[in-house]
Structure formats: structure tokens, C-alpha cells
């Protein structure tokens, strides 16, 4: 199999600030460990490149983008809210982020490549159509999913999202989009609380209680997640792929491991040969301790790359 590894140096650019967690470090951490242990240099390292205005405007508003470029300060950082703020370059990192995707997205439908793993930052999944919230401006995913619907032969699309929290952005922008399904699962009650309740067929949420360890994690993906993409029988397969559920991150309170996302995304990987001719996309959302995050995605590619 060949797996794209899509990134961008200029992700780093955007910094909230020493002691934010969403920081540069995280993608550091990723190429330091992948990079360590040789499974970089199998991959197919490609440079994101950055989404057009159109391309964002595929999941969010002309009018939220522009009121995004106002506020963006030529020094220091502007909050969009408590948790998520603008530097100088942030919506230079979050257009290579949302591109990456798109990239990604071109490669895998056309079979350059088998599936990729995007390693970008700022993340996407709480961004809704209108509303920046949870360090997140664009929703990298559903701008990859819009695009892929915009191809030929692509009809149906799977986001699944198993970040520790509730991918609120991704369902805003898909809750009226059948064809579109949704999957995710997350701590609960915990932020964002949106959407968590909503009732779609196509949006299948999953929440967990504080301090649920694999066993539970593992049932909702087989129990829920597995029938409604069976039934689904979608054309590709995007990942939001958070690690912030792992019993190690500082942010939340799952009990994860390497070794679940390893299963997840083998389980993943098995839907996609069925479906989808194996075609998977998955960007990064969360992960805030640098070691765990990094590990686990090294776990979550090693799959990927089929090893």
C-alpha cells in the first residue's frame, strides 16, 4: 500500500501562545517519532498546499471567512473566543491545513495513492459553518468531504471522529447532508456540548462517560459505527483522527491507548476494502501530550501503510 503523508512546515506558524496546548510541539513530536523509527521514510511525504477561498467556501460562509481575515492581527494574537485565538499567520497554517485535505483527497480518488495521513494543525472539527470554536477556523474534513462529493463517481461520503470530543462543527455542516454520514464518538458531558443530542439516521453519535476504558470504546465502534457504515457503503472514508482519548492526554478523561487507535483504524481499514476500494483520508484533530500523541499516530499510520 502507499500512504501519503501530507504536512507543512508553515503549520507551525500558528501559535497561540507558550502555554496553549493546541502548540507547534505536536507536530514535532509526529515527525520526530515517525522519522525515529523509519516509518516516515516509507511514506509519500507531500507539502500541503493551500485551499483557495472557494475550496473553504465549500463548508463555511464567504461572510464568516472574511470577518476571519478582519480580525487576524499583523502582531500578537485576537481571540475568537476563550479557547481559540488568531496570530499573524493562523489562517495562512488554516488554509494549508484545509488544502492538505483537499490534496490528500485528489490523490487517494485518483489513485496515486492508497489512503493519507494529513499532519496539520490548526485543527477543523469544532469550526461550523459560520462559527470558529475549540482552536478550530476551518473544518479541514468537511472541506475534504465537499470536495470529494464534487468528483465523479463519488456519491456518498463517511467522516468518523473518534477525538475525545464531539465533532459539533462536522455535524452543523452535514446535518441536513444525507449522503453524508457522520460518526463519532466522545466523552460525555464535556465541551462542546453541541449537538451531542441531535437525532439524524446519518449522524450516529457515540458518548462515553468519563473514564470509559477500551471495552467500551471498542463496542461503540463495533455495535455502531460498523452497521451504519455497512449500511452506508460510502465511496470514501474521512477520518478526524483526535488522540486526545488517550489515557495520557492532559485534556479529557478516556482511557485510551495506542493499541485502540491501532484497532480502530484496522477496523477502518477493513470497511474501506470492502466499500471503498480501500480509500481512506485522515487528518489530525486533537492530541495535547506530545509523546502519546505522537505514538499513537505512528500506530494509527503503521495501519494505514499496512503494517
Known sequence: ????????????????????????????????????????????????????????????????????????????????????????????????AAGSTILATNRVLTGVNDNAFCAVRPPGHH??????????????????????????????????????????????????????????????????????????????????PAFSEAALFRNALEQRWLPALEAHKPDIIFISAGFDAHAEDPMADLQLSEEDYRWATQLLTDVARRHCAGRIVSVLEGGYNPVALAFSVQAHVEVLAGY
Open 1 to 96: 500500500m502507499t500512504t501519503a503523508f501530507i504536512s507543512h512546515q508553515d503549520c507551525a506558524l500558528h501559535n497561540m501562545g507558550p502555554e496553549h496546548p493546541e502548540s507547534p510541539i505536536r507536530l514535532a513530536a509526529i515527525r520526530k517519532v515517525l522519522d525515529r523509527t523509519g516509518l516516515l521514510q516509507e511514506l509519500d511525504c507531500q507539502a500541503s498546499v493551500a485551499a483557495t477561498p472557494e475550496q473553504i467556501q465549500l463548508a463555511h460562509a464567504r461572510l464568516y471567512q472574511q470577518r476571519l481575515e478582519r480580525l487576524q492581527p499583523s502582531e500578537g494574537v485576537v481571540y475568537t473566543d476563550e479557547d481559540t485565538a488568531l496570530c499573524p499567520d493562523s489562517l495562512h497554517a488554516a488554509s494549508l
Open 127 to 208: 469550526a461550523e459553518h459560520d462559527l470558529p470554536m475549540g482552536f478550530c477556523f476551518f473544518n479541514n474534513v468537511a472541506i475534504g468531504a465537499l470536495h470529494a462529493l464534487q468528483q465523479n463517481g463519488i456519491s456518498r461520503v463517511a467522516i468518523v471522529d473518534f477525538d475525545v470530543h464531539h465533532c459539533n462543527g462536522t455535524v452543523d455542516i452535514f446535518k441536513d447532508r444525507p449522503e453524508v454520514l457522520v460518526c463519532s464518538t466522545f466523552q460525555h458531558p464535556y465541551y462542546p456540548e453541541r449537538y451531542h443530542d441531535i437525532r439524524r439516521d446519518h449522524i450516529v453519535n457515540c458518548p462515553l
